[in-house]
Every structure is written in C-alpha cells, then in structure tokens.
C-alpha cells in the first residue's frame, strides 16, 4: 500500500512540474507598451486595434485562431509605413493561417509602397513576417531590428 502512495504521490509530483515549466504567459500588450515607450518616435500617432474583429477586417485573421493580439498600424498611407501586429494563435494550425494572412498583407504592402519612393521601399524590403510557435508577428517599421528584439526577447 505504502508504494502505490509513494508512487502515486511521484507520478503527480513530476505532472505539476511539468506543468509549471509548460509556457511561460506573455501579455503581447505589454510587449506592445514597451515597444511604444523605446520606439515612441516611429510609432507615435499609430492607431490602436482593440477588437479581434479588428483582425478580420484588416487582415483577414479569423477570429477563432487568435487566443491574443496587440496590434497599431499607421492609418496614414501617403507616410512612411508603419504597422506593428503580434498574434498568439490558439495553435499550430492557425498560426500557420495567421502567417498566411499576414504574408498576404506585407505583400500588398510591398506592392503599395513599390509606386512611392526608393526608401519606402527599402524600408519594406528590410521588415517581415515572423513565426516563433504559435506567435506570428507583421513589423513594417524603420525600427524593425530593435522592435523585434523587444518582441523575441518576451517570447522565448
């Protein structure tokens, strides 16, 4: 009897170790606040997208693969472009379909800024789409290297 205890008692023991060590939470508007308070010169002035059907719209991200967002896009198309867009999907299959979506729209991206100017364009050029596990983020900023350390920094 004392080893089917001590057993069972081990056996939940390693289960909620594990458990503990499963994933760290990452609050993604958080991650956006402290890009915000670095990068405050690149994205000052942004507009905030505070519902998941936000997503949809902009993006074409179904609302059932997005378990949290942050995301703020420059609304003002004749600047430089700006949108910064953190995705935690609910799992590897929407992610996948969450990159795709944002793919589509850096492309369209590209493609508008292709018709400006050269550095527009090098700046587009210079930016991507990145999936880290379920996390997919679209950053199209002249700050791209240093949001995405703040960004990769909080998700590992």
């Known amino acids: 009897m004392k080893r089917i205890i001590t057993a069972t008692m081990a056996a939940i023991i390693l289960v909620l170790a594990f458990a503990g060590c499963g994933g760290s939470s990452v609050d993604l ?6 890009v915000n308070a670095k990068y405050s010169d690149a994205t000052g002035g942004l507009k905030e997208l505070k519902e998941v059907a936000d997503l949809d719209k902009y993006y074409s991200i179904a609302e059932k693969d997005v378990k ?11 600047s430089a472009p700006v949108e910064i ?9 929407a992610s996948d379909s969450v990159k795709k979506a944002l793919d589509a729209r850096y492309q369209s991206i590209y493609s508008t800024y292709s018709s400006y100017s050269a550095d527009q364009v090098e700046l ?5 789409v990145t999936q880290n596990g379920n996390f997919v983020t679209l950053v199209v900023a002249s700050d791209y290297d240093g949001i995405m ?3 990769n920094n909080a998700i590992k």
Not at 29 to 34: A, C, E, F, I
């Open 68 to 78: 949290q967002f942050a995301a703020e896009i420059n609304p003002d198309t004749s």
């Open 124 to 128: 587009v050029k210079k930016c991507k």
């Open 85 to 93: 867009v953190l995705v935690e999907a609910v799992d590897k299959t």
């Open 29 to 34: 508007k958080k991650v956006m606040t402290d």
């Open 149 to 151: 350390e703040i960004v």
